[in-house]
């Protein structure tokens, strides 16, 4: 499995952005999936986005979607989210997360990053 660890969490207002990273290593990439999930106190974990490492095709959750962008450097090994016009409902644990293949389960997790929206 690969490590993968995610920052560039905080607190924020309505209306304000955030950018999160999730760096990977412990091996290079090439047709993998690798995504962003949330979770907050007391419900379950939901899907945000995923992005095709080599190709950067993109999926968005409904709820994100027109907001979120999530975005690749391959030759960083670094993941991203860009987060803009945040409500407080995206309050929750951010985590990056990676699959070997669309037909594989997520397999490899970070420890997640903490977004607060709040005024």
């Known amino acids: 499995q690969v490590q993968l660890v995610e920052s560039g969490g905080g607190l924020v207002q309505p209306g304000g952005s955030l950018r999160l990273s999730c760096v990977a290593s412990g091996r290079t990439f090439n047709n993998e999936i690798m995504g962003w999930f949330r979770q907050a106190p007391g419900k379950e974990r939901e899907f945000v986005a995923s992005?095709?490492?080599?190709?950067?095709?993109?999926v968005y959750a409904d709820s994100v979607k027109g907001r979120f962008t999530i975005s690749r450097d391959k030759a960083k090994n670094t993941m991203y989210l860009q987060m803009n016009s945040l409500k407080p409902e995206d309050t929750a644990v951010y985590s990056c997360a990676m699959r070997p293949s669309a037909t594989a389960s997520f397999t490899s997790w970070g420890q997640g990053t903490q977004v607060a929206v709040s005024s």
């Open positions: 992005i095709r490492w080599g190709s950067g095709t993109t």
